[in-house]
């Protein structure tokens, strides 16, 4: 069994993983990750997202013109879904990201 192999649904019909429920809280390993990756370089690599990971992406790290951080139940709450949902496609967006810049430093 893999920590993302789906284990049921959120109450919204969402699949929920077991990475989702353990250990750490999302914000948690967002902070992580941003440590270690510029907000320029993720705004500058924005084009290897999908529309619906650019528009979390970029809500949650304030990339628009003036923007402000948001949180994950804001976002939710924008786009209609539930947190646990943005929570997932947040880290996958991060996960491109990351895998993009460690390409790069090849």
Known sequence: MSL????GTDKEG???????????EADDVVDKVQLK????????NLEILDDRE???VVGRFGLELGGEERT????AKELGISRS??????KRALMKLYHEFYKAKR
Do not use: A, F, W
Request: hydrophobic share 35%.
């Open 72 to 75: 994950q139940r804001e976002i």
């Open 4 to 7: 993302h192999d789906p284990i």
């Open 85 to 90: 949902y943005v929570s997932r496609i947040e």
């Open 54 to 56: 650019k528009e979390v």
């Open 14 to 24: 969402n699949e929920i993983t077991l990475i989702d429920i353990l250990g750490t």
């Open 37 to 44: 990756i510029e907000k320029s370089k993720i705004y500058r």
